[in-house]
């Protein structure tokens, strides 16, 4: 029977963790929607709150967890110095909001429930937030399991999912994508777009606002 590879063990790793990944997932996602509730509660008819939990599949993870190594590939020499584990998004909870204002709200209702996880901010090149995010532990049943959660902009956050099948995991033939200096300038332009319609919209619901009251 030929040696199992590096990656044949980490895809063994994940089906054994993949039920405390999945308690994680649920119990990560239950606590958000219950810290949130409140707001959700006071919210108009426009504005929308929206609340997923995912697991990262094995082909992911493991994939994942390779792009981090030096030269993107495992040191068949040493494979007890890898686990799946070492990555801290196997289990994410995203929250969306709409409109933008609504996101600093969350996030400081979120950090006094979770004040020790740590704050990674996601930026775009011009260093303007895209997402709060932090990690930390959710899970109980294994102490070494690090999960994430992002707060952002619900256009944002559909823009992404887009994005992350078309650009940040795409087909092998278009591979290289990502890193066309072109198609960063376009996303910059989409990110843009979509923070200057919220800012407007808001704006414009503003001045709706005031306007019954000058009559």
Known sequence: MPDRTIEDLLREEY?????????AAEQLEAEIRFHTLPISRRLAKHEQIRVRSRIKSCD???????RRQEGQTFDSETPGAYSLSQLRDLVGVRVLAF??????????????HFPLWAPDPVVDESGNLLAYKYYGRASEANENLACEYQIA???????????????????PELK????????KEQTESVYAALRGFEAEFER?????NQEPSQK
Request: hydrophobic share 45%; charged share 25%; no cysteine.
């Open 15 to 23: 089906f054994e963790l993949l039920p405390d990944l999945t308690k």
């Open 176 to 183: 290289g994508i990502a890193d066309s200096l072109e198609m």
């Open 99 to 112: 409109p933008r204002s609504r996101l600093a709200e969350i996030d400081e209702t979120l950090r006094k």
């Open 60 to 66: 992911s993870a493991v994939g994942s967890l390779r």
């Open 153 to 171: 902009s619900m256009l944002t956050g559909l823009f992404w999912e887009v994005e992350h099948a078309t650009i940040y995991k795409p087909a």
């Open 204 to 208: 414009q619901l503003l001045s709706a």
